[in-house]
């Protein structure tokens, strides 16, 4: 290998380390279709299924998440239950405010707001969320994507990160029901209400 080869390479390493790093802005799926509006598609009643992946890519954890939505104009709440396939149980209540395109979220694990902003079929939320781990709280920082797929479908996608460094994805696949498919197999009490004080 020649010393300008090994010069070109020199210079062009760092490029590269930086690339895979770039970070994705919101705007690029500003065309996209069908648009993504929060207060449209999180009305009702949905279901989810999803996998967490540790930082190997292995997956640690399966379940099945039930949502019931609903807005009083640009105020909505998430009521959320949690149902993972070791049994575990776990509910969320997200308080949010829409503001244009850009939306800001509460709940009583998320270190103190969530902020996120809609463009085309995407949203983008980054919030902290507080993880039980053996007896321990973890701060973790999520990268959260919302893909639009169709009216009624909606791929969910997050980087993980603790310190900076990766530790997990998650992955979930969101669906509003059908009318008759509403009050089947789902929680009967809902674990929040509307609180304008909470955002």
């Given at each position: ?17 930086i690339l895979p790093g770039c970070t994705r802005s919101v705007d690029e799926y500003r065309d996209q279709q069908p648009a993504l509006e929060l207060n449209n598609f999180f009305n009702g009643q949905l279901v989810a299924y ?150």
């Amino acid at each position: 290998m020649t010393q300008t080869t090994l010069s070109l390479l020199a210079l062009a390493l760092p490029v590269l380390l930086i690339l895979p790093g770039c970070t994705r802005s919101v705007d690029e799926y500003r065309d996209q279709q069908p648009a993504l509006e929060l207060n449209n598609f999180f009305n009702g009643q949905l279901v989810a299924y999803g996998m967490v992946q540790d930082f190997s890519g292995k997956v640690t954890r399966r379940f099945r998440a039930d949502i019931a939505a609903h807005w009083e104009g640009d105020h909505g709440i998430l009521d959320e239950h949690f149902s993972f396939s070791d049994g575990e149980q776990q509910s969320r209540c997200w308080h949010l405010i829409k503001q244009g395109n850009h939306y800001r979220g509460t709940a009583e694990d998320i270190v103190g707001e969530a902020v996120g902003e809609v463009q085309g079929n995407a949203l983008n939320w980054r919030y902290t969320l507080q993880v039980p781990v053996k007896g321990r709280v973890w701060n973790i920082a999520l990268d959260d994507w919302l893909y639009l797929i169709d009216e009624n479908n909606l791929i969910n996608r997050t980087k993980m990160k603790k310190f900076g460094l990766p530790v997990g994805e998650l992955t979930l696949h969101i669906r509003k029901l059908k009318p008759e498919e509403v009050g089947v197999d789902r929680p009967a009490t809902p674990s929040c209400v509307i609180d304008d004080t909470a955002v």
